[in-house]
T-cell receptor, first 114, second 117 residues
Framework: DGGITQSPKYLFRKEGQNVTLSCEQNLNHDAMYWYRQDPGQGLRLIYYSQIVNDFQKGDIAEGYSVSREKKESFPLTVTSAQKNPTAFYLC?????????????FGPGTRLTVT | AQKITQTQPGMFVQEKEAVTLDCTYDTSDPSYGLFWYKQPSSGEMIFLIYQGSYDQQNATEGRYSLNFQKARKSANLVISASQLGDSAMYFCAMRENYGGATNKLIFGTGTLLAVQP
């Protein structure tokens, strides 16, 4: 089955620690995205990548970092510089960066930092 | 600036009835794309339907249809014959820079739909 996997589903960390969220896709999609969702709000774009070894900041990139060393993987690191890291994080991918290609989403990771 | 507005925080509908979820958008770009996603309580986002700004006809996908009124900048989702499994959060989203070099989506705040038996 093709799809996007995110692990773990729930993640707990102490304040001041960096944490890396995993995102893997086997859809052979070129583009990948990271979104953050807070309660009662829509999704906000953190980072996106159109091709391997290239990525761009989204609307709320401060306190986050990413890498794209392989086409199928796009991990997100939440650093200690992120002021309010507790949120639901969703990874997505699409066939390309143009046209009407919809974005396919993973199941999400719920991060709680105390 | 581009913006998506969903004014209905929550909606109730009886099973087997139709329901319309509102979405208005604001953009100065003549080329754009509009999407609807469903988010069940489990959290994943499920793509439902897409409408391009130059599409002549309203998009339909099974029980889902998109009532696209370009002059009014609205893209309402119509769900016909509601089922209990339709209970979820629904998000309207717009593609930024359609046809350009980016595929960024801007999301509304969502509408929580509850289908009652």
């Amino acid at each position: 089955d093709g799809g996007i996997t995110q692990s773990p589903k729930y993640l707990f960390r102490k304040e001041g620690q960096n944490v890396t969220l995993s995102c893997e896709q086997n859809l052979n999609h070129d583009a990948m995205y990271w979104y953050r969702q807070d309660p009662g709000q829509g999704l906000r774009l953190i980072y996106y990548s159109q091709i391997v070894n290239d990525f761009q900041k989204g609307d709320i990139a401060e306190g986050y970092s990413v890498s794209r060393e392989k086409k199928e993987s796009f991990p997100l690191t939440v650093t200690s510089a992120q002021k309010n890291p507790t949120a639901f994080y969703l990874c997505a991918s699409s066939m390309g960066d143009r046209g009407s290609y919809e974005q396919y989403f993973g199941p999400g990771t719920r991060l709680t930092v105390t | 600036a581009q913006k998506i507005t969903q004014t209905q925080p929550g909606m109730f509908v009886q099973e087997k009835e139709a329901v319309t979820l509102d979405c208005t958008y604001d953009t100065s770009d003549p080329s754009y794309g509009l999407f609807w996603y469903k988010q069940p309580s489990s959290g994943e986002m499920i793509f439902l339907i897409y409408q391009g700004s130059y599409d002549q006809q309203n998009a339909t996908e099974g029980r889902y249809s998109l009532n696209f009124q370009k002059a009014r900048k609205s893209a309402n989702l119509v769900i016909s014959a509601s089922q209990l499994g339709d209970s979820a959060m629904y998000f309207c989203a717009m593609r930024e820079n359609y046809g350009g070099a980016t595929n960024k989506l801007i999301f509304g705040t969502g509408t929580l739909l509850a289908v009652q038996p």
